[in-house]
């Protein structure tokens, strides 16, 4: 799934880190990564061996993997900032959760946080829409 979502984003916008769970620990996660020129923040998995493959993605996988087993899982996650990727991850779950109680006590209040609520949840839909265009 990530080569296809990295595929979306403009050549012409730099990705500078990519972050993801151990289960973005391939070899085509890896490489998508490469090929748009950022650093892949992917945690190796446990017990997990260097591929033997030469390109740029791998060996940066693999140099991820020699800091772990060098410095520790611990101190590699705070090193390379990837406690971010749990920020982030927070962050999208607050705005899920967005519309799902009213904080306000009076009527007023309630009816103007619901529009609120609305026009952000509106403007998220929009942006993670399509754009769809007619061919012939």
């Known amino acids: 799934m990530l080569p296809s979502l990295l595929v979306q984003i403009p050549v012409d916008e730099p990705i500078a880190c990519v972050s ?27 017990n997990t061996r260097p591929w033997k493959d030469i390109s740029l993605g791998l060996l940066a996988r693999n140099e991820i993997l020699r800091t772990t087993k ?44 619901l529009q609120v609520r609305a026009a952000i949840l509106n403007r998220f839909s929009m942006l993670g829409r399509p754009c769809s265009v007619a061919v012939a």
Not at 20 to 45: L, N, Q, S
Not at 73 to 96: A, G, N, P, Q
Request: proline share 1%; glycine share 10%.
């Open 20 to 46: 993801g769970d151990g289960a973005f620990d391939t070899k085509t996660c890896h490489e998508a990564i490469a090929a748009r020129g950022a650093i892949g923040c992917i945690p190796t998995r446990k």
């Open 70 to 113: 060098r410095l520790g899982r611990t101190i590699w996650k705070r090193w390379s900032d990837y406690h971010r990727r749990s920020l982030v991850e927070t962050k999208m779950h607050c705005f899920k959760r967005l519309g799902e109680r009213v904080m306000a006590r009076c009527f007023n209040g309630q009816v103007t946080e």
